[in-house]
């Protein structure tokens, strides 16, 4: 008995390493096979803030067709770029950081114009895609060529009424967005941006990021510059559409309006939508209904003495929802 176990017992060890060699393999490709397809996302909007490159791409919204040039430069420790809009009137971006300067030549001056947490193509995807997953689903379909790069082609479907449809062209290599389309909840599309050429590089150089700009014109600001962060409890605010959170709140001066007025911004991660309410002057006629222009909704309504305006290029539902998300404005 002893005889026969010892005679076969180096068969059976190697039989048992085998197995054990076979189920270790096994797993490893089990674990490849379920790799999270939402990982190719984050890489997009990883590729997109990390990444140097220079490119141009059409830019098209509606009626409004333009071709834009965008240099992004990471150097590690700060995001640059530089927008430049070659049809048209002219009008450039620099951007560093959240922090964005706008300048709108004309014939007699420069228009400087500040802004924050701006998401431009090709970086639409928020840092954090966590919320993205818990309000579209993820799904891949064929290849395609995008400015001369292989591109994976992604959708992400909204879970409900109150988004948009987003086509995604991701580059194979390096994740990052090539092309993009919203479409609306007839499959048309209402917004779309696509590379011709891009380029990555990896210099520090940053002597291009300036304004091409004339010199001699008078630069002004815009009333962007009185602009205030509020913590006032102006309104009470609740039962926003799902996935959509508070992301600014600023009053401002607008045109010849004596009153300040409360803007806030309201996001889900891709689309943005911007809330104004102001007290309507004695004298002032109030705005009530809904109308479209081009791809962005427009919702007006009056509460206590308050004009109330949403816009913003998502479904005419989610407009409704925020504006009724209104639940009491202060008494002035």
């Not at 048209?88 to 300067?101: C, F, I, T």
């Not at 114009?113 to 090709?122: A, Y």
């Not at 086509?167 to 994740?175: N, Q, R, S």
Request: glycine share 6%; proline share 4%.
């Amino acid at each position: 008995m002893s005889r026969y176990m010892l005679k076969h017992k180096p068969n059976n060890f190697f039989m048992q390493r085998f197995v054990v060699g076979l189920t270790l393999f096994l797993l490893s490709f089990c674990a490849q096979s379920v790799e999270d397809p939402w990982l190719h996302l984050e890489k997009a909007a990883q590729a997109a803030r990390k990444l140097s490159y220079k490119g141009i791409f059409l830019y098209q919204n509606h009626q409004d067709v333009r071709s834009i040039e965008i240099t992004h430069l990471n150097n590690g420790a700060e995001e640059f770029a530089r927008i430049v809009t070659l049809d048209g009137k002219p009008r450039e971006a620099l951007s560093r950081g959240n922090n964005m300067v706008v300048f709108n030549p004309s014939k007699e001056n420069v228009m400087i114009q500040t802004r924050q947490n701006q998401s431009l193509f090709p970086a639409i995807l928020p840092p954090d895609i966590e919320s993205v997953k818990a309000i579209y689903t993820l799904r891949f379909v064929d290849q395609e060529r995008v400015g001369g790069r292989e591109a994976q082609i992604v959708y992400l479907e909204p879970r409900d009424e109150y988004r948009y449809l987003y086509k995604l062209w991701l580059d194979k290599e390096y994740g990052l967005i090539l092309k993009m389309s919203i479409l609306d909840h007839q499959q048309k599309v209402i917004e779309q941006a696509s590379f011709n050429q891009i380029a990555l590089f990896s210099g520090q150089d940053l002597n291009w990021f300036k304004p091409n700009v004339d010199t001699h014109k008078k630069y002004i600001m815009d009333d962007a510059s009185n602009n205030k962060v509020s913590h006032e409890k102006y309104c009470t605010i609740a039962n926003l559409p799902t996935g959509y959170r508070e992301v600014s709140h600023v009053t401002r001066m607008m045109g010849n309006q004596p009153h300040p007025v409360h803007h806030w911004i309201f996001s889900d991660g891709l689309s943005f939508v911007s809330l104004f309410v102001n007290q309507i002057p004695k004298g002032q006629k109030s705005r009530i209904g809904e109308t479209q222009v081009g791809s962005s909704h427009i919702f007006a309504r009056v509460m206590n003495g308050n004009q109330i305006m949403v816009v913003g290029e998502v479904p005419q539902a989610t407009i409704q929802k925020i504006s009724n998300s209104i639940q009491d404005i202060k008494v002035h």
